[in-house]
């Protein structure tokens, strides 16, 4: 079974700095999908950025972008130019290729961020 | 669009009791999912569906059941409710195994 870790349980940073976030995954699968998911305080939960195994480059939406190490199985988040709406809990998720009955995420424990004014 | 609404937001239960937690979404996905959200524990899923009429179990499905006998709709039964049952839920759902799930927001479930 696949896992998902972050090991920063709770992190701070001043606003307009920059700041990373970590999540290490387990599998023995070589194609798979990699995701970071926002969850502000009013709790609903959205999709931040997505990336595909098979593609090499890393993926990145305006200040949001990640570093995606596959020999290492670190997926980390960076965000530039932090801002006070970035606050939220910051969830890593990994999911297996599509394949009938086999679609679902699998998530870490996640980061809670708080953006410092 | 209202996208994916869930009912109802908050319910305290006592042990033994039985409830129902509705899942709607207008987005016409096909892939819906139930998760539990616990401390400390990140979201863990109870059971999922890949189609009208499918249901398929996830990482806890012990003490649920799930229904999907309309494409909008996914229910999550609690049959005999348990303290350990405790536990916001949400709900999400998917056009195909994209993998962006679209998420309610919450139901805080409260079992005394």
């Known amino acids: 079974a696949q896992t998902v870790t972050q090991s920063q349980p709770e992190m701070s940073v001043q606003e307009a700095e920059t700041v990373t976030l970590s999540c290490t995954y387990d599998t023995s699968e070589n194609n798979y999908y990699l995701f970071w998911y926002k969850q502000p305080p009013s709790r609903q939960m959205i999709l931040v950025i997505r990336q595909e195994a098979y593609k090499q480059q890393n993926a990145t939406e305006n200040r949001f972008s990640v570093n995606f190490q596959k020999a290492a199985k670190s997926f980390s988040l960076k965000i530039s130019d932090s801002q006070l709406g970035d606050t939220a809990m910051y969830f890593c998720?990994?999911?297996?290729?599509?394949?009938?009955?086999?679609?679902?995420?699998?998530f870490g424990t996640g980061t809670r961020l708080t953006i410092i004014p | 669009n209202a996208g994916v609404t869930q009912t109802p937001k908050f319910r305290v239960l006592k042990t033994g009791q039985s409830m129902t937690l509705l899942c709607a979404q207008d987005m016409n996905h096909e892939y819906m999912y139930w998760y539990r959200q616990d401390p400390g524990m990140g979201l863990r899923l109870i059971h999922y569906s890949v189609g009208e009429g499918t249901t398929a179990k996830g990482e806890v499905p012990d003490g649920y059941n799930v229904s999907r006998l309309k494409k909008q709709n996914f229910l999550l039964g609690l049959e005999s409710a348990a303290p350990s049952q405790t536990s916001v839920y949400f709900c999400a759902s998917s056009y195909w195994s994209s993998g962006e799930l679209f998420f309610g927001e919450g139901s805080r479930l409260t079992v005394l």
């Open positions: 998720a990994f999911m297996n290729p599509p394949n009938f009955g086999n679609e679902k995420l699998t």
